[in-house]
C-alpha cells in the first residue's frame, strides 16, 4: 500500500497548515517509515539535517507560488506535494538498508516489488502523496487516484533513472502517480501548470474591454 501513513496523519488538527512546519514533517516522515518498511527486512536511517534541508527548500519555493493556489486548490496540493518530492530526492535524507543495523538480510519474496525496486524512492513518493491525499480529504476535495501505471517496474525505472539525474522531474512523475498530465518541459514552474495557465487565460479575456 502506497499511503499508510495517510489514516494517521488524517488525525492531525489544520492539516493543511500544520504540514508547513518542520515538526510535523519530521515526525510524519519517521512514522511513514516505520508503516512503509515493517516486516519488510528493511530498516529506515534518516538524515535529519538533509530532511530540514529539503522542508526548508521546500517551505520556500511554496510560499514564493502560493499566491497561484486560488487558481486550483486541489491542483495546488499536488504541485506542493511534488514539489516536497524533488527536494526530497535532491536531499536524500533517506538511507534504506537490509535487516537491524545494516546487517544484510533476504527481503520477503511477498514485498511490494515497488518498495524492493526503489526503496528510498518509493518511499518520498509514499510520504508526499499520503500528505496530499489526507489534505485534500481535509479540504473536501477529490483525493488523487493512483495510476495504473504505477503498478508497473518500468515506470519506477523511468522515475528513478530521470529523477536522480534531474530532481526536478519529480514533480512531473508526481503528476504522472496522481493520474494527472505533467509539464515534461518545465514541471517545477507553477503558472505553467494547465490549470494555472487556462486561468490566466481566462482572467486576461475578461480584462478585454
Known sequence: ???PLKSEILKVDDLSHEAR???TILWSFERNMDLLFKDTGLTAQ???VALAEAFSRWRLAFDNSKYLASADRRDFVIYAAGLMLKELIAAS???AVE???GKLSVLPIGIDHRLKRWPEGYAYTSFCLSVAAAILKEMGDAEPVLAEKTDDPRFWDSFRENALESPTMAVAFFDL???QDPNWEAPD???LRRVVSRSIDVASQLQVP
Open 189 to 191: 514552474v507553477p503558472w
Open 177 to 179: 502517480v496522481c493520474g
Open 93 to 95: 535524507p533517506l538511507k
Open 1 to 3: 500500500m502506497l499511503t
Open 21 to 23: 512546519r518542520f515538526r
Open 46 to 48: 534518516v538524515d535529519h
Open 99 to 101: 535487516g537491524k543495523e
